[in-house]
C-alpha cells in the first residue's frame, strides 16, 4: 500500500495536475466571483501560494490556504469577499488583520479569514530589497517570480493559479524538488 501511495503521488507531481476538493472547488468558485463582482478587478490574479500546493500534490490534506493576489492588499480582497458573498446572500466571518511589524520581522499586513471551513491568508505578491546597514528588507509589491525567489524553499515557492486552474513554478525548480523528496 505505501507502496501504491508513493507511486500516485509520483503521478500527480509528474503531471503536475491533482484534484481539488468539491470544498475547494466551491471556495475558489467564490473567490473568483469577487473578482467578477469586484468593480475594476478583472486583471486581478488569485494564486494559491506554498504549503498548500505541495501538501495537495504530496495527496496531503490542507485546510490552511494561503492566497496571493497580484495588484492589492488581502484586506482590500478581503473586504470585497466578505461583500460579495453577503450579497450572494452567505455566511461571512470576521475579517483578522494582522499588522505589518518590521521589527518582528512581520512585513507585510495579512488578512485571516475562515471561510467554508477553510483558514485563509490574503496577501499580496510581493518583492524584498535589502540594502548594505539592514537585514530588514524594504517590501514593495512584486511579481510572481519576485515572490517566488523569496521563499525558504522552492517547493514553497510553487503556485497553484485559481484564475487558470494550473500550477505555476516561476523557479524552475520547485517541481522538481519536490519529485526528488517523492522517490
Known sequence: WYHF??????????????ILT?????LFDILLGCVRFQEGSQDTILRVAGGWVRD???GRKCIDIDIAINNQSGVQFATA???YMLSMGMETKTIAVIQANPEQSKHLETATVKIRGMDLDFVNL???????DSRIPEMRLGTPLEDS????FTVNALFYNINES???????QG???LRADAQ
Not at 501511495?5 to 491533482?18: A, D, G, K
Not at 510581493?126 to 548594505?132: D, G, I, K, L, N
Open 175 to 177: 517541481l522538481d524538488d
Open 166 to 172: 494550473k500550477i505555476e513554478d516561476f523557479t524552475g
Open 81 to 83: 469577499v466578505n461583500n
Open 5 to 18: 501511495q508513493l507511486f500516485c503521488y509520483f503521478v500527480m507531481i509528474s503531471s503536475n495536475e491533482f
Open 149 to 152: 525567489l523569496r521563499r525558504d
Open 126 to 132: 510581493r518583492a524584498e530589497e535589502y540594502t548594505v
Open 56 to 58: 495537495k500534490l504530496l
Open 22 to 26: 468539491t470544498e475547494e472547488s466551491i
